[in-house]
T-cell receptor, first 112, second 112 residues
Framework: DSGVTQTPKHLITATGQRVTLRCSPR?????VYWYQQSLDQGLQFLIQ???????AKGNILERFSAQQFPDLHSELNLSSLELGDSALYFC???????????FGDGTRLSIL | DQQVKQNSPSLSVQEGRISILNCDYT??????FLWYKKYPAEGPTFLIS?????DKNEDGRFTVFLNKSAKHLSLHIVPSQPGDSAVYFC???????????FGTGTLLAVQP
């Protein structure tokens, strides 16, 4: 158990819809990261938050947004969903920039 | 542009023997490297890391070697155990950003 909690584990929805994925980091971790793993691809970095502020951005689509709340949990919002957004979405957390990132078990998003 | 490459999609090893997983990278600015293990339906689990100022780091049965001139790192598992069967990802990071760049993974099968 990494200590990072992601909900829901599975999400099935239709094209054009909007969903919110939730992540609770390990106790004491200030940094939260979001990654996407599509079929046959490695994990792709989306975005990082540190103590409530956006710190780094990867190839995140404009239809996607995220935020980190004062209690340090984070949400990833995906809107105008397309079939290609079907993927595993992982959240990770770390205590600092030079520390390993610890991952949750992911949310599997299926777009029908 | 795949900055981190794992050219072997799969590897099969006998229990008790050494497993060697390889990873190549192209960005000379990477200064921190990590290995993660992933079981199905779980998130990646941190195994071991190495800073670019070192060429070797050991933790129990796991040793990571870094050859900066060749832009190559490897993970050695000795002795291999059936429970080591999983997908192994290498990842790299620059000090300028905390985002991890992942390889596409190598599926290790340890045969009893």
């Amino acid at each position: 158990d990494s200590g990072v909690t992601q909900t829901p584990k599975h999400l099935i929805t239709a094209t054009g819809q909007r969903v919110t994925l939730r992540c609770s980091p390990r106790s004491g971790d200030l940094s939260v990261y979001w990654y996407q793993q599509s079929l046959d691809q490695g994990l792709q970095f989306l975005i990082q938050y540190y103590n409530g502020e956006e710190r780094a951005k990867g190839n995140i689509l404009e239809r996607f947004s995220a935020q980190q709340f004062p209690d340090l949990h984070s949400e990833l919002n995906l809107s105008s969903l397309e079939l290609g957004d079907s993927a595993l979405y992982f959240c990770a957390s770390s205590t600092g920039s030079n520390q390993p990132q610890h991952f949750g078990d992911g949310t599997r998003l299926s777009i029908l | 542009d795949q900055q981190v490459k794992q050219n072997s999609p799969s590897l099969s090893v006998q229990e008790g023997r050494i497993s060697i997983l390889n990873c190549d990278y192209t960005n000379s600015m990477f200064d921190y490297f990590l290995w993660y293990k992933k079981y199905p339906a779980e998130g990646p689990t941190f195994l071991i890391s190495i800073s670019s100022i070192k060429d070797k780091n050991e933790d129990g049965r796991f040793t990571v070697f870094l050859n900066k001139s060749a832009k190559h790192l490897s993970l050695h598992i000795v002795p291999s155990q059936p429970g080591d069967s999983a997908v192994y990802f290498c990842a790299a990071r620059t000090s300028a950003t905390n985002k991890l760049i992942f390889g596409t993974g190598t599926l290790l099968a340890v045969q009893p």
